[in-house]
């Protein structure tokens, strides 16, 4: 009896232990396989008011877009490593095209040397045999090396001079600088081209902006843009409202009637009004900047959702229905456009004052096929000036580069371009410092050291 018991006993300790080795195996399987997916499978969650940590849409599509495999390589000493890991495996998470590795030059000389290191810290991008460098170990930097590697030539957006235009090399509120910049980061050349030394556009310009030129064109100039657009040219055309003074310092003292007359063959008319916004000073701006908040379903402004855009000094424009032109960006319907005003003085009468919406961008096409020309007009002057396109906060970053893309065929690269840092630095008071100080040092652990007196005098 004792020995059927014992045996009995024995055999329920090796189904236990034989229980006890699969549940193990199981528990190890599953954890395994977790693992494994998590691996396959990176998420994160950014918490940040601006997602400061989450890839811009325009870095997402350019890489999930990759046709071959791109090689990112980030040299540093070792122990550096860490600064650029967290952004560079957001890269590699995104596409199994994109591969990542960190070189140290000191340990790894040779493979430093092959790979193209120049400098600490530096990033470069290899796709099959070009290879491009990052600006900067940023976003911005590394997502336009990657679109550089992948390009097989350089457009050139070529802009208009020689009538008062905004220029390429001012650095002061009302100049082009900062689009330049902007377009040479993103993979462009830029040039500037004279109308009135030879009534033709060249033929590397993928694109002319003529951006609040002063005086109006000469006829010839205007007949040499209209055979560009014609023969599959782009023109971006942004005129403001004839103030008859130089109010803001780029708007025309006369109606340029030439290009005015160019932009009414292809369906926009200028109508040569004043737009007010009073929504503008919610945001800090003088009525004088309209804010376009309404977007048509085109892949200019497609990505840009719920961010405005401003457009100081602007005049509203028509476009003609039965032709290719079509609005784009329109203001909300608060705003208002009074006539042309005497002398840059604004008063507005409710009498006579239009009342919005009113359309500030139009965009259309001439013809068809491969020689299909673009053209994009704009009521305002200085809507992509220095001074407007640096302010983080609104899209005319975003909306010009997109514009340029959509000009030059470059679709594919309209997007939301990466986020600028952003500064959350909190401006205390001498007084609020004291306030702080003395409430989080102070108050609080004195307020628990006299709760847990009274709970021990409690207890006793």
């Known amino acids: 009896m004792a020995d059927t018991k014992s045996s009995t006993l024995k055999a329920k300790r090796t189904q236990y232990g034989a229980y006890l080795m699969l549940y193990t195996l199981i528990v190890l399987a599953v954890l395994v396989v977790l693992n494994w997916l998590a691996n396959q499978n990176n998420k994160s969650f950014d918490t940040t008011s601006n997602k400061q940590f989450t890839l811009s849409d325009q870095t997402i599509k350019t890489v999930k877009n990759l046709k071959n495999n791109v090689y990112v390589t980030y040299f ?8 650029a890991r ?5 890269y590699a998470n995104l596409s199994h095209k994109l591969q990542v590795a960190y070189v140290d030059p000191e340990k790894q000389p040779d493979v430093a040397q092959a790979d193209g290191f120049r400098t600490e810290g530096g990033i470069v991008v290899r796709n099959g045999v070009k290879t491009e460098e990052s600006a900067s170990a940023t976003e911005e930097g590394i997502t336009n090396a990657i679109i550089r590697s992948t390009k097989t030539g350089q457009k050139t957006v070529c802009f208009a001079s020689g009538s008062g235009e905004a220029a390429l090399d001012d650095q002061d509120s009302g100049g082009a600088s900062f689009a330049k910049e902007q377009l040479e980061k993103n993979t462009y050349k830029t040039s500037t081209i004279s109308l009135l030394e030879k009534q033709q556009v060249p033929a590397e310009c993928a694109a002319v902006i003529i951006a609040g030129p002063k005086k109006d064109y000469f006829e010839a100039a205007v007949t040499a843009l209209k055979s560009y657009v014609d023969g599959g040219g782009h023109v971006m055309l942004s005129l403001g409202p004839a ?9 025309q003292s006369e109606p340029p009637t030439n290009l005015m007359k160019m932009a009414a063959d292809w369906g926009v008319t200028f109508d040569n009004d004043l737009v007010l916004d009073p929504q503008s000073r919610l945001v800090g701006f003088d009525a004088s900047v309209s ?23 602007s005049q509203s424009l028509t476009v003609a229905s039965g032709k290719s032109a079509e609005k784009l960006i329109s203001t909300s ?4 456009s009074i006539p042309k005003p005497v002398g840059g003085t604004v008063s507005v009468d409710p009498s006579t004052a239009k009342k919005g919406p009113f359309v500030l961008v139009a965009v259309g096409t001439v013809g068809t096929g491969a020689k299909q020309g673009r053209f994009m007009v704009v009521g305002s002057s200085v809507w992509l000036a220095n001074q407007a396109l640096s302010i983080q906060q609104l899209g005319n970053r975003d909306l010009f580069l997109n514009a340029v893309n959509w000009l030059s065929a ?19 008071t001498n007084n ?4 702080l100080f003395f409430s989080t040092v102070v108050f609080l652990p004195l307020l628990a050291i006299i709760s847990g007196v009274a709970v021990w005098a409690k207890r006793r």
Not at 76 to 83: E, K, L, Y
Not at 410 to 415: A, F, G, M, P, Q
């Open 86 to 90: 967290d952004l560079l495996d957001r």
């Open 333 to 336: 319907d608060s705003a208002v």
């Open 243 to 251: 103030l008859g003074s130089s109010r803001g310092g780029a708007n």
């Open 432 to 435: 609020q410092m004291r306030i």
């Open 410 to 428: 470059d679709e594919d690269l309209i997007s939301i371009r990466p986020k600028d840092p952003e500064d959350r630095r909190i401006s205390m």
């Open 76 to 83: 540093d000493r070792a122990s550096r490593f860490s600064t």
């Open 291 to 313: 804010l376009g908040i309404t977007y048509e379903s085109q892949p200019i402004v497609r990505d840009l959702g719920r961010i405005a855009t401003m457009f100081p000094l």
